[in-house]
């Protein structure tokens, strides 16, 4: 699982083989979702604050997020994505 950024805690993933819709794998602790790039739907259960912190992070990098995912499709090397601040 390539990590695509890092920060307060909570990891930001994709996987080369996954599934549509485009989107990306959120972990804090031992807590875990999955995150559509283009809507920001939630599947799964993270508390609200690192919710809205992976919300907000996914607004400032959706083009970082799309190519991403292009890469991953593609099977080639993802690209790090600057973390929240």
Do not use: N
């Amino acid at each position: 699982m390539p990590v695509i950024s890092r920060f307060f805690g909570v990891v930001i993933a994709m996987y080369w083989r996954d599934h549509a819709p485009p989107h990306f794998h959120a972990k804090y602790g031992d807590q875990e979702v999955t995150v559509d790039i283009e809507t920001g739907a939630v599947t799964g259960v993270m508390s609200k604050r690192a919710v809205a912190m992976v919300e907000e992070w996914r607004l400032l990098h959706l083009e970082d997020l799309r190519e991403d995912w292009r890469l991953a499709t593609a099977r080639q090397s993802l690209r790090r994505i600057e973390p929240l601040e």
